[in-house]
DNA sequence: TTGTAACCAT
């Protein structure tokens, strides 16, 4: 065009910037710009839109502001629209004051805020924990006449199944249903998920079934957000009942989620990570090993967790030899153990007797930069402790004491149980000093459950 | 000639 002379009209220079934009070419943008103000043109409202949210996705919200502020000085009057973008862009980033003052301007303006407006503030309040804030909006906007969508509905049952409050989500989630809104995947996902966390399985199986009828598939959020709970160690008595959930209640589930990796649905190494270990966890290691193979197969960058729930499976599962095996491929993925790795494989040896490999291994552990955690020397305690290995077990415990760890309940009782056996008596002062009293203990016949607790709190666990 | 949104994270 220009090469024969035609000039470009803000038009052309229009199309292209929109084209620039959508194809992330951020230089040929700014080149463009400063060509069409050269030429004495300027990008419209619409424009300057797409500029504004072309930043504000890749992150620059100062760089989407300068532009929104560059409209409003060369008299291009922001829309709803506009503001709706760098909303956006600061809810996305919860920069929740600089979204105050943009909606005060935008109030001082007198542009009516739509439900793309509401909607991105209730998320961001949502997104920022600010639950009652977004409870507010919400209301407002049903005050407000404002359309609800599922979309309005999915932000504020999430937030609410968050925070475990569940009996507000499915009042939120009646409501929707009264009110003809259809809930998707997003809505059920967040109750189901909500429903689980508070312990309430029945409901959460009703809802699941609910959700099937309603020809409603699980998608790998749905899949990631149940089998998290899993994984969670800290809650033991919870994610144990999950697992008895996923095996019993909900074996619909086990299914979709195995014809979904069939039908090829792309799922991330975090997802994979829950899969493997929800299999793990119900007794389907083949199913797992499987899927883990044709991972590798695939070149699919995989985590030490990866390796980790697989070892763990197979020590579990007594494949050892397999463990062993799966140990030794960590490096050649680019990976190396963790403190995790290193303690299943360092148990498992002591519980093969095999006691010299199972302390080279933890040196080359401590070579490697690996640290032990507390959790981890604990574990080895409980180990030697029932293997009847208490001659290497001072060596660990002085670990413990060393790194102001403490005995966790478990350790400590198992330390009492075994030094109580006459057998052990004499092995007693292989142990640090603290743990001597043991043995006054049993010469007073102290071992009365008060005193033990009385120990317990004041001079082992908090030394 | 053209523009705007959400849930999971070992």
């Known amino acids: 065009m220009i090469h024969k002379g035609v000039k470009p009209d803000n038009k052309a220079y229009t199309c292209l910037i929109h084209g620039y934009c959508s194809s992330g070419q951020g230089k ?10 050269a030429h004495g043109h300027h990008p419209d409202v619409v424009t300057c839109s797409s500029l504004l949210d072309y930043h504000c996705k890749n992150g620059r919200c100062t760089e989407a502001r300068k532009i929104f502020d560059y409209m409003i000085e060369k008299g291009t009057k922001p829309n709803v629209t506009a503001y709706n973008t760098l909303l956006n862009g600061y809810a996305t980033k919860g920069a ?26 209730l998320w961001a309040y949502a997104k920022g924990d600010m639950i009652d804030e977004a409870m507010h909006i919400f209301d407002q906007m049903r005050q407000q006449g404002l359309s609800l969508n599922e979309v309005s509905y999915g932000a504020i049952i999430d937030a609410l199944c968050k925070f475990g409050r569940v009996d507000e989500a499915m009042l939120k989630f009646n409501q929707m249903i009264n009110e003809g809104v259809t809930p ?10 909500g429903l689980c966390t508070v312990g309430k399985w029945d409901k959460a199986e009703e809802l699941f079934s609910e959700m099937l009828s309603q020809g409603i598939h699980p998608d790998a959020t749905f899949f990631t957000r149940i089998m998290h709970n899993l994984c969670n160690g800290g809650r033991v008595t919870e994610a144990q009942s999950l697992v008895d959930l996923m095996s019993g209640k909900f074996s619909e589930a086990q299914e979709l989620y195995l014809n979904m990796i069939k039908s090829g649905m792309q799922l991330d190494i975090y997802t994979y990570n829950i899969i493997l270990n929800g299999l793990c966890k119900n007794s389907c ?7 883990f193979q044709s991972l590798c197969s695939k070149g699919f960058q995989l985590h030490i967790l990866t390796f980790t729930i697989m070892i763990d499976a197979l020590l579990k599962s007594g494949r050892k030899e397999d463990a062993m095996d799966m140990f030794t491929a960590i ?18 040896l002591i519980k093969e007797g095999l006691l010299e490999e199972s302390d080279n291994l933890y040196l080359a552990m401590e070579k490697s930069g690996c640290t032990p955690n ?8 409980r180990r030697l402790l029932h293997q009847g290995e208490v001659m290497r077990v001072g060596a660990y415990l002085s670990k413990i ?3 102001n760890f403490s005995l966790e309940a478990s350790t400590t009782s198992l330390l009492i149980s075994v030094f109580s056996r006459e057998e052990y008596q004499h092995q007693m002062m292989s142990l640090p000093k603290k743990y001597h009293f043991l043995v006054d203990a049993k010469k007073r016949g102290l071992f009365q459950r008060n005193w033990i607790l009385n120990c317990v709190e004041t001079s082992l666990c908090d030394p």
């Open 285 to 291: 290691v083949d199913e797992a090993f499987k899927i």
């Open 28 to 37: 040929e943008v700014v080149r463009m710009l400063k060509e069409m103000s």
């Open 374 to 381: 507390s959790c981890m020397l604990n574990a080895l305690v």
């Open 96 to 121: 929740l004051s600089d979204m105050h003052g943009l909606l005060d301007l935008m109030a001082g303006n007198d542009i009516s805020p739509d439900h793309y407006t509401v909607n991105t503030v």
């Open 331 to 348: 490096s050649t993925h680019g990976l190396v153990p963790d403190v995790m790795t290193y303690g299943l494989m360092i148990e498992n």
């Open 401 to 403: 004491d060393e790194m």
């Open 184 to 193: 998707g995947i997003v809505v059920f996902s967040s109750l189901v998920y």
